[in-house]
């Protein structure tokens, strides 16, 4: 019988999957190591797709499902905006929009000691990074970046604090900067902070501009490169 | 047998299908689905900690809560409310996000036929909304058996009350893209989508009805399927999820 080819998973790379497509068949590829990120999984022999999206690989061996949510899957390393719901005698609570609550230790700061744990009323809204997210536990957060310098990492004070979706947030980190931030850059001066968790802040000198930085963003969700250009400038005209 | 549908539909002919997703601003996830007149809303909030008293904490919970359009809420509703629990916690993945609740809201808008599967479709199409990990996607179909003999799919109220002796429910795994050479993975020696998720009757029929019922509700769930994939496609080139 002639052995049918299975179509190569280059197939399914790049186009939309929905929730049960198997998009990779491992008995076809022994003698490699895959590393498989969100929305895939494991059964026996073949790869299949939790999540509905589009299917990437990236060289020489990783595939992942990209997606855009309002809710937020912890990962290592990611920079996020949390807020303080509860402190306790080691930890903080912070609600990070996920599954579960992210713990920040008392003392993840740098030069952190008993003697002076900082005082965050519930509320405070936080620029934290990722130290810990398996599954069924609560992430691990920290106000350190990885060598245990401060680097930016803490309360965010004034400005204006809202909510996207998790690929949003994605694009805004994106480099090249994205359209949208390179349009507002070159009128308007402001500060932002991006959290893979759908959260963005920002802050300006005055009201009006934060107001036009945070509705332009959030427009520029479901626009391309340049109509986010064309988009930007619109809002510009009209408070000038 | 040529048969006298209203609507001038023929026997397996289904009403036209419209989904939109992301359509509430707050809910996690949100899906509207309509079949001809029937439209029901779904929204999604979720995962959340904590699970209820008496559930699993090794497992994700999920809780739907069926919301009818006039009137309060009894008995009717809460048969609803347990078979939908029951048909997505066997199409979610529960062990990824356990000692968790996922709280899914069914709001009725119009029923105009075939209700609970309307309503399976869009609790469906809102979890695959909020990115809660599923192993397939699950399409319903009604089918009725009328007193002449005859099985109609997805009839319409006056269908439903007037012409008929006996209706199923039923919710089939939809149709798979696979890389793999035989096709989407099998359980137990058959492919997924011979497969069934949930199955409700009402009324009498025969045991040949209830096959002939199966064997035309599974055709009709690879249309559904189909539909369901374009819809999936279509949204997430010009998806806007802004929070």
């Known amino acids: ?240 | 047998m040529e048969v006298d549908r209203e609507d001038g539909r023929s026997q397996n002919q289904l009403r036209p299908l419209a989904c939109s997703r992301n359509i509430l601003h707050r809910a996690h996830g949100s899906a509207s689905w309509s079949q001809g007149d029937t439209k029901v809303l779904a929204a999604v909030y979720g995962p959340k900690a904590g699970t209820k008293k008496n559930e699993n904490p090794e497992k994700a919970c999920i809780e739907v809560i069926w919301k009818p359009k006039t009137g309060q809420i009894g008995k009717p509703e809460k048969e609803y409310e347990m078979i939908l629990k029951r048909t997505l916690e066997s199409v979610c993945i529960l062990t990824v996000n356990p000692n968790t609740t996922t709280s899914i809201i069914v709001q009725v808008v119009n029923d105009d036929g075939a209700l609970l599967p309307s309503a399976i479709n869009a609790a469906c199409m809102a979890l695959v909304d909020a990115g809660i990990p599923m192993k397939h996607l699950a399409v319903a179909i009604c089918c009725c058996v009328a007193k002449s003999g005859y099985v109609i799919l997805d009839p319409t109220k006056l269908e439903e009350q007037q012409k008929m002796k006996a209706f199923a429910y039923l919710v089939f795994p939809n149709s798979v893209h696979s890389v793999l050479p035989e096709g989407s993975l099998r359980v137990e020696g058959e492919p997924i989508e011979n497969g069934i998720i949930t199955s409700v009757t009402h009324g009498i029929m025969s045991v040949d009805d209830y096959f002939y019922c199966l064997e035309r509700g599974r055709a009709a769930s690879v249309k559904l399927s189909d539909f369901l994939r374009r819809n999936l496609q279509q949204q997430s080139t010009d998806s806007s999820k802004a929070g």
């Open chain 1, 1 to 240: 019988m002639e052995n049918k080819q299975s179509s190569s998973p280059a197939s399914f790379v790049d186009s939309t999957v929905v929730p049960g497509d198997v998009v990779l068949d491992l008995s076809s590829m022994t003698s490699q190591t895959i590393k498989l990120g969100g929305g895939l999984r494991q059964d026996c022999d073949a790869i299949s797709a939790m999540k509905a999206g589009t299917l990437r690989f990236s060289k020489p061996n990783k595939y992942w499902i990209e997606s855009s949510q309002k809710r937020y899957v912890p990962c290592v390393e990611d920079t996020i905006l949390g807020i303080v719901v509860d402190s306790k005698a080691d930890n903080f609570l912070i609600d990070i929009k996920g599954p579960a609550m992210g713990f920040l230790p008392v003392l993840a700061f740098e030069g952190g000691t008993r003697r002076n744990i900082p005082k965050f009323e519930v509320g405070t809204l936080l620029y934290l990074r990722v130290v810990k997210a398996n599954s069924g536990m609560n992430p691990e957060l920290s106000c350190t970046d990885a060598s245990g310098k401060a680097a930016e990492f803490g309360p965010l004070k004034d400005g204006y604090m809202f909510e996207t979706s998790t690929g949003l947030s994605r694009k805004l980190l994106s480099s090249p900067t994205c359209p949208v931030l390179e349009a507002l850059g070159k009128k308007l001066s402001f500060e932002i902070a991006v959290g893979l968790n759908g959260r963005v802040w920002v802050n300006a000198a005055s009201p009006d501009t934060i107001v036009v930085v945070a509705n332009a963003i959030m427009n520029s969700e479901s626009l391309s490169g340049a109509q986010q250009i064309i988009m930007v400038d619109h809002l510009l005209k009209n408070i000038q």
